[in-house]
């Protein structure tokens, strides 16, 4: 079956632009979160959804940075006015809703901002 | 404050030689950990749950183990396909789902 698909793969945004990226996770996943991974580094959590809820953003570093999945499936990540320190990969993972199922990772999108 | 610690950040093998990677942790109240594969340009792709200490899983090559403060995964005579970086995660028994990795050993096997 189909996994986690995450796009643009890539995406180069100029420092002061606004980006988004976007996330399908597998269907009839009902939790969906956002990870974001710098070079050389473990992924960092960033915000989860639970259905269109979003539950937990304690991990957004700042208020540049809006997550949303208005209808429960599909999820955009959304930065605004980027700075260079935003340059990094930017993971979604879906999940059963059990506690422990384990998430499915996409396999990214990898934002430069220059 | 949960933490995951992995050593060593990197290791060089040669094919057939076996070793170990430990995954430190602390964490309040643990529900599971996780070990992930991850090759480069890919998101981490899932191996393994552990859900309490002296339990063990095995898939090919790899075994994982557990104890109330760590965890090992052993890999015995690994090949060349086995190269990548190895993530561990811990996930608390409150709050949500939330993964909270460590920074990964990057594994080299050379034939």
Redesign the interface.
Known sequence: GAGVSQSPRYKVAKRGQDVALRCDPISGHVSLFWYQQALGQGPEFLTYFQNEAQLDKSGLPSDRFFAERPEGSVSTLKIQRTQQEDSAVYLCASSLASGNSPLHFGNGTRLTVT | EDQ?TQSPEALRLQEGESSSLNCSYTVSGL??L?W?RQDP??????LF?L?SAGEEKEKERLKATLTKKESFLHITAPKPEDSATY?C?V?AAT??????????TRLLVSP
């Open positions: 995951v529900r599971g996780f992930y340009g890919k998101g981490p792709e899932f749950t859900y993530l995660a996930q709050g949500f789902q939330k993964l909270v990795f460590g920074t990964g």
